[in-house]
């Protein structure tokens, strides 16, 4: 349709308010046409549920992880009603449109004859960056893999939903060691990972466990050994080209003034405090000074010195993580270009000191993410959770393809109880579980038939860290004596004494049920909330969605 066509039937007003709609759009960032591609058909305002399939799970129950199969839009929005400001860390792999059927919209592949194939991306992006975004606590972080089809597309996006003032660092993964031959102009070794933080104040500093390559520098010792530990000695002056004139000063020492060769990196008045406080160690070799600083193993706090992560990752590479594939399904060829976990493992380090941290991956592909979280809890003792959200990547010509479940849910199943490499190698487990749900859309109009078993298990993810599977009865429960859930399924007069003596073991229960005026009636208890069910669900799940995209 041409321009003329598209707007001919517009009277004078629509079009003054078209173009001020327009104006008001024109400004720096990301625009895409929204209103011009195939409306993503995962937003939309059904409630989700989750299925529990105990075949598909790993471990008797009750479970820590969740491994999700659906649609990551419908589990995101899922999650959000039990999780919003919980999630401490998210890594995500999209897929990164290289126009080489690597993007599934709508069960079909977006190939590079689409002439709406970026802005179809962004559209598809932005929903969910923006469910993430709800999840992430305040000192949350955000890890996003991408290369260079959709890199700068990416960058502005997550400064639209993020903020640019949250922008914590672009990191380059060297992804490999050389090759190139069918490359035209410039052999690519890299990818990106852009960080984001929820509040970059709120984050804090990002400070890794020190290196041991390091520490072996650390044998000094003075009086302030049993509080600050080893030191190692670090030159005072700077050979910095940025010259300023305040740090260009003498330090008086044994009669002389010792002057740097260009400046010296700290200011007058700590210098001095410092040489009055013995944490300048100064020496003189064929006529000329050396004045160096005592670098201390701990801060006055008692804290060990960290080191901080570098923009540069090099390696491991993309084939270790191809190889691992191999070792662990017995076929490289399950998944395509498979991170590796060491990569994720590194990222996972900024938010290390935090061992009972939920971390989510809502595309999980093959199930790196779990993996590697599995492996610093085995090496530190934490108890970290994962919760993965991998799509079947069905299509009309694959319709019985499922990712999450043959593979994803194999992996994190065979990385946990143990497997036998394909070279032959017993590798023995490294703990954990996971309980595999599957996300199914419910029509709005249609809440009244959501099954008692999806209640509970929704109602576990909102009050609870584990999960267990639906038992038939007159109730379920679970807590302790301070805090503790119950549903009733279906409220019978005879099963009042019973309820009863349950509430009376917590000091706070939360009560749900079909019949709350009813069921309150025969259980009064200022310590116990009736809510009832499905509309405490419809409301914290809010059938509302997102702002719209695009040309915001």
Request: aromatic residues 10%; contains cysteine.
């Amino acid at each position: 349709m041409t321009a003329e066509g598209k707007y001919a039937d517009l009277n004078k007003d629509e079009l003054i308010r078209l173009l001020e709609a327009r104006d008001r759009r024109t400004r720096f960032g990301l625009v895409w046409e929204a209103n011009e591609i195939e409306r993503d058909a995962a937003v939309n305002r059904d409630f989700v549920a989750f299925d529990l399939c105990p075949e598909l799970s790993c471990g008797s129950g009750p479970w820590r992880n969740l491994v999700i199969e659906g649609d990551n839009f419908d589990a995101l929005r899922a999650l959000r009603m039990a999780y919003s400001g919980q999630v401490k860390c998210i890594y995500i792999d999209p897929p990164y449109n290289t126009g080489n059927r690597d993007f599934v919209y709508n069960d079909h592949f977006v190939d590079r004859d689409d002439s709406w194939r970026h802005s179809t991306w962004c559209e598809f992006m932005f929903h969910r960056l923006m469910l993430a975004k709800e999840l992430l606590r305040q000192d949350g972080i955000i890890f996003v893999s991408i290369d260079d089809n959709e890199a700068f597309h990416l960058g502005l996006l997550m400064n639209k939903v993020f903020g640019e003032t949250n922008w914590v660092s672009s990191v380059i993964w060297k992804k490999s060691y050389g090759g190139g031959s069918k490359a035209k102009h410039v052999v690519g070794l890299h990818e990106y990972v852009l960080c984001y933080a929820q509040s970059k104040e709120q984050l804090g500093t990002i400070q890794l466990p020190p290196n041991p390559d390091t520490l072996k520098y650390y044998k000094g010792r003075d009086a302030r050994f049993e509080t600050r530990g080893p030191y190692r000695l670090q030159p005072l002056a700077t050979t910095s080209m940025d010259a300023r004139p305040n740090l260009r000063y003498p330090i008086p020492y044994k009669g002389e003034e010792i002057w740097p060769e260009k400046q010296w990196q700290w200011s007058k008045d700590r210098a001095l405090t410092a040489l009055e406080n013995d944490e300048l160690v100064i020496t003189k070799s064929r006529e000329r000074w050396s004045v160096n600083y005592k670098q201390y193993l701990k801060s006055e706090a008692g804290d060990e010195r960290g080191a901080k992560p570098f923009s540069i990752i090099d390696g491991p590479y993309t084939q270790v993580g191809t190889n691992e594939i191999r070792n662990i399904l017995g076929d490289g060829k399950a998944f395509s270009f498979p991170k590796p976990t060491g990569l994720i493992e590194q990222l996972l380090t900024y938010v290390i000191d935090d061992k009972d941290a939920l971390i989510l991956d809502f595309f999980a592909g093959s199930g790196t993410t779990a993996h590697a979280v599995h492996k610093l809890n085995r090496a530190d003792g934490g108890r970290r959770r994962c919760i993965l959200v991998s799509s079947t990547e069905k299509t009309e010509d694959q319709p019985e393809k499922n990712l999450c479940r043959d593979v994803c849910a194999v992996r994190v199943r065979r990385v946990i109880e143990g497997y036998q490499s394909a070279d032959g190698e017993d590798v023995p487990g490294l703990g954990g579980d996971f309980a595999y749900l599957r996300a199914k859309p419910i029509p709005a109009g249609e809440l009244l038939d959501i099954g008692h078993a999806q209640v509970w298990t929704a109602l576990q993810l909102i009050h609870l860290d584990t999960l267990s599977a639906y038992q038939e009865g007159p109730f379920l429960w679970a807590g302790d004596e301070d805090e503790a859930l119950c549903y009733v399924p279906r409220f019978r007069r005879e099963d009042a004494p019973a309820l009863r003596a349950a509430v009376k073991g917590s000091s706070s229960v939360a009560l749900y049920s079909w019949q709350p005026a009813l069921v309150r009636q025969h259980v009064r208890a200022a310590h116990v909330s009736h809510l009832p069910i499905p509309e405490t669900l419809t409301r914290r799940f809010g059938l509302l969605r997102p702002s719209a995209g695009g040309n915001g």
